[in-house]
Nanobody
Framework: QVQLQESGGGSVQSGGSLRLSCVIS????????MGWFRQGPGKEREGVAS???????TYADFVKGRFTVSRDNAKNTLYLQMNSLKPEDSAMYYC??????????????????????WGQGTQVTVSS
């Protein structure tokens, strides 16, 4: 059974930083893309960043230059370093993994949860 577990969310002031982590277990595929998505109250889930098995990354325009995605394949862990946080970054952040789609395509899907495996999310709240 594939499981993804996020951690590292919390409350910070505008301009602050957080580092999210996601541990994946039970996934037998050796190559897969991992991604971070977020969903604010009353909003659709949107792609934030992705990274494939070769380390190629893709970012949503609204986080470029502020967020950095990385993965440690030996630890089966995905990270999201979030700097210069803004109140509009407040959302539930989810990590996910899937073997088939290119990261840039996956991030822009209207229904990204239709593919792959997903974690339960970790809340990020940024106050002004």
């Amino acid at each position: 059974q594939v499981q993804l577990q996020e951690s590292g969310g919390g409350s910070v002031q505008s301009g602050g930083s957080l580092r999210l982590s996601c541990v994946i277990s039970g996934y037998t595929r050796s190559r897969y893309c991992m991604g971070w998505f977020r969903q604010g109250p009353g909003k659709e889930r949107e792609g934030v960043a992705s990274i494939d098995s070769d380390g190629n990354t893709t970012y949503a325009d609204f986080v470029k230059g502020r967020f950095t995605v990385s993965r440690d394949n030996a630890k089966n862990t995905l990270y999201l370093q979030m700097n210069s946080l803004k109140p509009e970054d407040s959302a539930m952040y989810y990590c996910a993994a899937q073997p088939a789609l290119r990261g840039d395509i996956w991030l822009k899907m209207r229904a990204p949860t239709s593919v792959g495996f997903w974690g339960q999310g970790t809340q990020v709240t940024v106050s002004s």
